[in-house]
């Protein structure tokens, strides 16, 4: 698809590599890289293809580029089947930065289904080598916050209703907490096309982030919105784990290229990290376990995804 494709012409562009089959549709590609690059780079889905997956496939490569790299990546910023960019800004970054790097991104235009039209400049300094990680402890959830935003056509009220929607749905399971979630209406000169959507994230005590979010569309009551997020944080709380569905799979690669042993735990493994661990396996040195977690409550459905990373080191640093 266009976000796929993208994708891979932006890695050919990173390392002035060789892309052959590389069209939309196309089942077979052969891919050759060369050195990489640091610098500018720009990918653009020309459709609402995610900004997000276009970050995910370009961040380890850019991490071990020569010099630093700046990104215009272009598409939805908060499109389905993807992360949307506030679960990337809010959730990602600060969790994936355990892994001794860091990285800024500037949202510069949001964009929706279908036409697209967003843009994000990611800027990242290349390693030496990525830290392990450690997130076994859950603790407990010290707040929850969020944002609920419209843009283009639609009005604030829209964005109210499903913040008090997803404040409802989460009060029924937890009482005493105080709970944020601001309705917000992106501003017209930095939102292309018209979109509505929630992310609620639930911070931990151990420093954990755990969220649910859900977009809004054409015949979709807004309070099923702000349910539908809330209901998908409140799953991701029950399962004890210290990260949530989403953000599971993205953690593979780093762990596989980080140096020592990377532990987290989690809830059910979803069939994007079975994945993502083959492919790590096959493409690196890194060797996965997964174990179910021994846990004092056996109604808890956890598990350890532990690796022993491959010691990426970059070579021209």
Same mark, same amino acid.
Do not use: W
């Given at each position: 698809?266009?976000?796929?494709?993208?994708?891979?012409?932006?890695?050919?562009?990173?390392?002035?590599?060789?892309?052959?089959?590389?069209?939309?549709?196309?089942?077979?590609?052969?891919?050759?890289?060369?050195?990489?690059?640091?610098?500018?780079?720009?990918?653009?889905?020309?459709?609402?293809?995610?900004?997000?997956?276009?970050?995910?496939?370009?961040?380890?490569?850019?991490?071990?580029?020569?010099?630093?790299?700046?990104?215009?990546?272009?598409?939805?910023?908060n499109a389905e089947m993807?992360?949307q960019i506030d679960y990337?800004?809010?959730?990602?970054?600060?969790?994936?930065?355990?892994?001794?790097?860091?990285?800024?991104?500037?949202?510069?235009?949001?964009?929706?289904?279908?036409?697209?039209?967003?843009?994000?400049?990611?800027?990242?300094?290349?390693?030496?080598?990525?830290?392990?990680?450690?997130?076994?402890?859950?603790?407990?959830? %010290?707040?929850?916050?969020?944002?609920?935003?419209?843009?283009?056509?639609?009005?604030?009220?829209?964005?109210?209703?499903?913040?008090?929607?997803?404040?409802?749905?989460?009060?029924?399971?937890?009482?005493?907490?105080?709970?944020?979630?601001?309705?917000?209406?992106?501003?017209?000169?930095?939102?292309?096309?018209?979109?509505?959507?929630?992310?609620?994230?639930?911070?931990?005590? %151990?420093?954990?982030?755990?969220?649910?979010?859900?977009?809004?569309?054409?015949?979709?009551?807004?309070?099923?919105?702000?349910?539908?997020?809330?209901?998908?944080?409140?799953?991701?709380?029950?399962?004890?784990?210290?990260?949530?569905?989403?953000?599971?799979d993205q953690l593979i690669?780093?762990?596989?290229?980080?140096?020592?042993?990377?532990?987290?735990?989690?809830?059910?493994?979803?069939?994007?990290?079975?994945?993502?661990?083959?492919?790590?396996?096959?493409?690196?040195?890194?060797?996965?376990?997964?174990?179910?977690?021994?846990?004092?409550?056996?109604?808890?459905?956890?598990?350890?995804?532990?690796?022993?990373?491959?010691?990426?080191?970059?070579?021209?640093?």
């Open positions: 698809r266009p976000q796929h494709l993208s994708g891979l012409e932006i890695i050919r562009d990173l390392c002035d590599g060789k892309l052959e089959g590389g069209e939309i549709g196309s089942t077979e590609i052969t891919f050759t890289p060369g050195k990489i690059r640091g610098g500018t780079h720009i990918a653009d889905t020309k459709t609402a293809g995610s900004v997000c997956l276009l970050m995910q496939v370009a961040m380890p490569c850019v991490l071990f580029a020569a010099s630093p790299s700046e990104l215009h990546l272009k598409g939805g910023t993807a992360p990337t800004v809010m959730v990602f970054k600060p969790i994936v930065e355990k892994f001794n790097f860091s990285f800024n991104c500037d949202i510069k235009r949001r964009g929706y289904y279908p036409q697209g039209g967003g843009e994000v400049v990611v800027q990242m300094s290349p390693v030496k080598e990525l830290s392990p990680i450690n997130l076994t402890e859950r603790g407990t959830v %010290t707040k929850i916050y969020g944002r609920a935003f419209v843009a283009g056509a639609l009005p604030i009220k829209l964005a109210k209703d499903m913040s008090a929607a997803a404040v409802r749905c989460i009060r029924k399971e937890i009482r005493d907490l105080y709970i944020n979630i601001q309705p917000v209406r992106e501003p017209d000169d930095q939102a292309f096309g018209t979109g509505s959507g929630i992310i609620v994230v639930a911070e931990t005590s %151990t420093g954990c982030l755990l969220a649910g979010s859900s977009l809004g569309k054409r015949g979709k009551n807004s309070d099923k919105v702000g349910i539908e997020a809330a209901e998908i944080l409140l799953r991701n709380l029950k399962h004890g784990g210290t990260v949530d569905d989403s953000l599971q690669i780093f762990m596989a290229l980080a140096k020592g042993v990377s532990r987290v735990k989690s809830g059910p493994i979803t069939l994007h990290t079975q994945t993502a661990i083959h492919f790590a396996e096959q493409l690196t040195k890194a060797k996965f376990t997964v174990t179910k977690s021994e846990e004092e409550d056996p109604s808890k459905d956890t598990y350890i995804i532990e690796c022993q990373g491959m010691g990426m080191i970059n070579r021209n640093l």
